[in-house]
Nanobody, 124 residues
Framework: QVQLVESGGGLVQAGDSLRLSCAVS????????MGWFRQAPGKEREFVAT????????YYTDSIKGRFTISRDNAKNTVYLQMNSLEPEDTAVYYC?????????????????WGQGTQVTVSS
């Protein structure tokens, strides 16, 4: 059974930074792409970022390009989301997800495994 545990969320002010971590209990972690999604109050879950199995290919949603960076450490079975220049609009529950494929994807349908989420709140 694959388990994902996010950490690193919190309450920050606009302009601050946070780094989210997602520890994955998956023997074949290094073979699969990973993704971050978020869900703001009253809104649908949306794609944020994805990284391929080796970490050399990433893709971001337009609203966070240049501010967020996704990375992974396959030796530690962990994926990260570095979030800089946070804005109140980034307030959401952030979810880590593990893909069933090695290549990047923004479709939540291709991610069968999900964490419980971590709250990020950005005050103005």
């Amino acid at each position: 059974q694959v388990q994902l545990v996010e950490s690193g969320g919190g309450l920050v002010q606009a302009g601050d930074s946070l780094r989210l971590s997602c520890a994955v209990s998956r023997r074949t972690f290094s073979s699969y792409a990973m993704g971050w999604f978020r869900q703001a109050p009253g809104k649908e879950r949306e794609f944020v970022a994805t990284i391929n199995w080796s970490g050399d290919n990433t893709y971001y949603t337009d609203s966070i390009k240049g501010r967020f960076t996704i990375s992974r450490d396959n030796a530690k079975n962990t994926v990260y989301l570095q979030m800089n220049s946070l804005e109140p609009e980034d307030t959401a529950v952030y979810y880590c997800a593990a893909s069933r494929h090695s290549k990047i994807s923004r479709s939540s349908l291709l991610y069968p495994y999900w964490g419980q989420g971590t709250q990020v709140t950005v005050s103005s």
